[in-house]
């Protein structure tokens, strides 16, 4: 008011206007410092980021917020001030103040000092906070995912920033320069001189408030698109470890976020991956390294799961006066249940055979102990059989497995069929053993679904046993090491794809 003469008419001398400046400078940064103590108190706890995470983050969500409450109530109030201060020394002096320039006066004071002072202040904010968000992010802060909770969010989307700065510096200085202009026709001379000084304090405050938000916003943006750009980088590159910081809590923090929780699931499934192939490591160990060399006979196992680790299992354990322990199995379900339980299973059978339990005894045994240790309506199918070289004999039974096919040389097929259910389905079962005789070039194949289930190319045709039994046939004289991988690459051109269920094979052979 000085500069455009309205002081000296209104007879504001220099001791008002120290007055006013001195109000102003204890309103304004009285109001400051109450927004920042919360702000100031939580960055003094960043030295434990962990520990107060939630606090920081939430503090900062709501900086903003706190400016604009803040920065309002200020503002109406200084605005006020200023409107009875200037009006009362007016007419106590001999300048005349009409009521166009009362009205001017107060849109002015309001307009500056209720409007455009709070906006600058959470527009300043903004861009403190996130510069701040962007320092904190370093130490872990500021990458929260999706579902945690930001105050305010629900009106802080970015596509409301553009209007409210329109309304602010541009709708809002064109309806009162539009209401000075109307004001100004019915006015004298004295009148339309103060009414245009006003309307160039006005447009010169509508002005430097339009640079000052549209500099924020474009640089707040800027920040905010080359995070977004840095955490694609890590995206693209493999560099799931690297955080995208979430400067502010609008459309692009939730993107921010979403690109966090995007990178930290692919590094989930990227650390999943080194458990399964550990795990993967640790189930091969677990199956048989060599067949055991037993005079006339030959023996090969093979696995293929189709995922990582499977719940299929197969072996072949020596007992000290040279019989040998052959199994089959096949537990329920796929994945990490069916690969623990086979562990169990094969923990178990290893520990039975130290003490040479009759089989039938062993699977009472495990099927007692599976009942208790399984889930409701888990089990575990199995062919166990004790080749006894010196008699030329199989002993065995079936719990609920597929039946393993006993081919001859001359063509005859016999299927060891199930007596019995599947372990762990019922208590107090008992298990029966058949006495098989084994002749020169008797062949056995004991395996699992993952043969007869491989689903074809065409339709939904399955290999089945029909098949597989004219395949066994026509590979009588294949030496036995060779089977499993005809078997499979057999299955391949028929049409097994990942989908289908783990393969596992067991085949012995009494050489001619």
């Not at 084994?438 to 062949?443: A, E, I, R, S």
């Amino acid at each position: 008011m000085r500069f455009n003469g309205n002081a000296a008419e209104l007879g504001i001398t220099y001791i008002v206007t120290l007055i006013d400046m001195t109000v102003f400078l204890c309103v304004f940064g009285g109001t400051a410092w109450w927004t920042f103590q919360p702000l100031r108190k939580s960055l003094g706890k960043s030295a434990d980021p962990e520990k107060y995470r939630r606090v920081i983050e939430s503090v900062m969500a709501e900086f903003p917020w706190r400016a604009l409450r803040a920065y309002t109530f200020a503002g109406w109030g200084f605005a006020i001030y200023l409107i009875l201060m200037i009006s009362s020394v007016a007419m106590m002096g001999e300048h005349p103040f009409t009521w166009r320039m009362f009205v001017s006066l107060a849109l002015n004071f309001c307009f500056g000092a209720g409007v455009l002072a709070p906006a600058l202040a959470v527009a300043s904010s903004i861009i403190y906070s996130s510069r701040l968000r962007l320092k904190l992010s370093k130490q872990g802060l500021f990458a929260s995912l999706l579902n945690e909770e930001h105050s305010n969010k629900h009106i802080t989307s970015s596509s409301h920033r553009p209007w409210l700065v329109f309304m602010v510096s541009g709708l809002l200085p064109t309806l009162i320069l539009s209401l000075f202009v109307y004001l100004a026709l019915g006015g004298n001379d004295t009148e339309e001189h103060f009414l245009l000084s006003q309307a160039l304090v006005l447009l010169s405050m509508s002005i430097t408030a339009s640079a000052i938000l549209v500099w924020t916003i474009s640089h707040t943006l800027k920040q905010v698109t080359d995070s977004l750009e840095t955490g694609l980088r890590h995206l693209t590159s493999g560099q799931f470890k690297g955080r995208v910081p979430v400067l502010l809590d609008d459309d692009f923090g939730e993107l921010a976020r979403g690109l966090n929780t995007a990178l930290a699931g692919l590094q989930e499934r990227e650390d999943l991956k080194d458990s399964l192939a550990i795990a993967a490591e640790i189930q091969q160990g677990l199956l048989p390294k060599h067949a055991p060399v037993i005079p006339f006979y030959k023996l090969q196992g093979f696995q293929q799961t189709c995922y990582s680790v499977g719940g299929d299992y197969f072996d072949y354990i020596e007992l000290e006066d040279g019989r040998v322990w052959l199994m089959i199995a096949d537990v329920s379900g796929k994945g990490y249940p069916a690969a623990l339980t086979m562990a169990n299973l094969q923990a178990m059978l290893r520990g039975l055979a130290t003490v040479d339990w009759p089989i039938e005894v062993a699977a009472n045994y495990l099927n007692e102990s599976m009942c208790d240790s399984l889930a409701a309506g888990r089990f575990v199918t199995m062919f166990m059989g004790k080749l006894q070289p010196q008699s030329h004999s199989l002993v065995w039974m079936n719990a609920g497995h597929i039946p393993p096919l006993l081919v001859s040389t001359d063509g005859d097929i016999k299927a060891l069929e199930a007596s019995a259910p599947p372990l762990g389905l019922l208590k107090s079962m008992k298990y029966d053993v058949v006495r098989t005789e084994l002749h020169p070039g008797d062949t056995l194949m004991a395996y699992t679904d993952g043969v007869t289930e491989t689903s074809g190319r065409v339709g939904k045709e399955m290999y089945g046993e029909k098949r597989l039994r004219a395949w066994l046939l026509d590979h009588l004289e294949t030496p036995v090491e060779a089977l499993p991988e005809l078997l499979l690459e057999e299955l391949n051109d028929f049409g097994r794809n990942d989908d289908d269920d783990d393969l596992t094979l067991l085949c012995m052979r009494r050489e001619k």
